[in-house]
């Protein structure tokens, strides 16, 4: 996707990528920014950053009636009332959401 962005603009310079990172993904923050430096070697986007938002674990409580936020990833309950989730809102992504680009 970064690829066809700098063509498209002609071969700017890209100075970051910025990706939410879901805690449901299982994927390693830092596996994901030591393996962003070797797939980007001889690429357009060889010494650019790797910018990652953690995306914690948002669950609806149907007994509150609220969104939750869990604190364990073990305890897929509401963090208030204790009711088991049934419901996950947030917390399985993994997308870019923007690219810095020097032009």
Excluded: D, Y
Excluded at 35 to 55: C, M, N, P, Y
Excluded at 92 to 99: D, G, H, N, S, T
Aim: charged content about 30%; aromatic content about 4%.
């Amino acid at each position: 996707m970064a690829e066809e962005e700098v063509a498209e603009r002609g071969s700017p310079r890209i100075v970051a990528v910025h990706m939410r990172l879901g805690l449901l993904t299982s994927v390693v923050k830092e596996a994901l920014l030591s393996s962003f430096q070797i797939a980007s070697e001889g690429t357009s986007l060889e010494g650019s950053r790797l910018v990652i938002e953690e995306v914690p674990v948002e669950i609806f409580c149907a007994k509150c009636n609220q969104r939750r936020t869990i604190r364990s990833l073990q305890w897929f309950r509401c963090p208030e009332c204790q009711n088991p989730a049934a419901k996950i809102l947030r917390g399985k992504e993994m997308e870019v959401v923007a690219l810095e680009i020097e032009e």
